[in-house]
């Protein structure tokens, strides 16, 4: 029995050494919200000591600014058994305002009674100092990078259209091929823009009211010969009803662009493309079908990664930047994107947009 003692005390001791030194602030409640612990990095972020804290409403030592002002973000924790994960802004004693992201959730036995809870605080000031400095290094590719690009890709053209004389076959063929590179090169910095401008919440969607099925077939119109290239076909179903989506309506082409793109690039010939509307609750449901070979396992974690390009993808023109542009794109309007895939059915490519609301 003193054996058993001995050892409780000992994990216990652990458990208080690392609380007390982990980098991140933690901070434990009482079923009624009161403090019961409160380690030193909490102390750093919120300017009070564990004396001060101990027994106080976490309300009082964690004043945030969030978008519900009328109650504190934890209250959802310990009186509604909530998890918590937010990005807030703290503001200490001394009226220092440090941005942070807060974790916390409730100590619950068995989903029963509610013990208390758990809140750890991480100091976000060091990545928001590195998100500046990215999107500096954005708006420097836009103008630095960029404009020199196109600047060159026109006097490209001129020469080619022979604007300062004729040119000879020979210097042509050399020409033509600057010109096809230079475009390459191009278009690579206006994806890698568009997709460093979501990433980073620079490119805010403008939202409209869009026709579904009228957005939707505008964009087969376009690609349709692209599928005849390659023998194969494209087909729509969509529902009764008339769904009105609320979205970027440039962004949402781009969106459907790429998907059915991808789905003729890498079908078989003679095969079939399928675009399925459906309405599932408050949104409207995509899906994009192939009966191509389907996605390897290995790629199906990186298939939305920057850069990435799967075995599938050999041979085939791209930098790798839709797919990861695709769900920038649909994370931004509070969308979701998965894929369902396999060697037998080929590869279907599943996303949800909101629909408008009434009060819209």
């Known amino acids: 029995m003193t054996k058993r003692r001995r050892q409780t005390g000992t994990v216990q001791d652990w458990s208080h050494f690392i609380i007390q030194n982990t980098p991140s602030g933690v901070i434990t409640l009482d079923s009624q919200g009161r403090v019961t612990e409160f380690n030193p990095a909490a102390e750093t972020l919120t300017g009070y000591r564990r004396e001060e804290a101990l027994g106080r409403g976490c309300e009082e030592i964690l004043p945030c600014e969030t978008q ?9 924790v310990v009186h509604y058994r909530k998890r918590l994960t937010q990005e807030l802004l703290l503001e200490n004693r001394s009226g220092g305002k440090t941005p942070i992201m807060l974790n916390a959730f409730p100590l619950q036995i068995d989903k029963g009674d509610i013990l208390g809870g758990v809140i750890i605080i991480q100091d976000l000031t060091s990545i928001k100092a590195w998100e500046r400095e990215r999107r500096h290094l954005v708006n420097m590719f836009a103008h630095d990078l960029k404009t020199p690009v196109v600047g060159m890709a026109g006097l490209l053209r001129r020469l080619l259209d022979g604007k300062v004389g004729p040119v000879p076959q020979e210097q042509k063929v050399y020409l033509e091929t600057i010109n096809r590179e230079m475009g390459q090169l191009e278009s690579l910095i206006g994806k890698f823009l568009e997709f460093a401008r979501l990433d980073l919440r620079i490119l805010t969607p403008q939202t409209s009211a869009i026709q579904v099925e009228k957005e939707c077939q505008e964009v087969l119109t376009l690609l349709r010969p ?10 729509a179903e969509f529902p009764q009803e008339v769904l009105i989506l609320s979205a970027d309506p440039l962004l949402f082409r781009r969106v459907l662009e790429n998907l059915v793109e991808n789905a003729i690039k890498f079908g078989p010939p003679q095969s079939k493309i399928i675009l399925e509307v459906r309405k599932k609750g408050r949104e409207a449901q995509f899906a994009v079908k192939d009966q191509g070979a389907g996605i390897a396992p290995e790629d199906l974690p990186h ?15 791209g930098f790798g930047l839709g797919l990861a542009t695709v769900k920038r794109i649909i994370d931004a309007h ?22 408008e609301t009434p009060e819209a």
Not at 226 to 235: G, N, P
Not at 305 to 317: I, L, P, S
Request: aromatic share 14%.
């Open 226 to 235: 692209l599928a005849e290239a390659r023998d194969m076909e494209v087909e």
């Open 334 to 355: 509070g969308g979701r994107v998965w894929v369902d895939t396999g060697p037998d059915k080929g590869t279907t490519f599943y996303f949800t947009l909101p629909l």
């Open 68 to 76: 519900e002002q009328d109650r504190c973000p934890i209250e959802s």
């Open 303 to 317: 298939l939305f990664d920057f850069f990435y390009r799967g075995a599938g993808a050999a041979g085939q023109k």
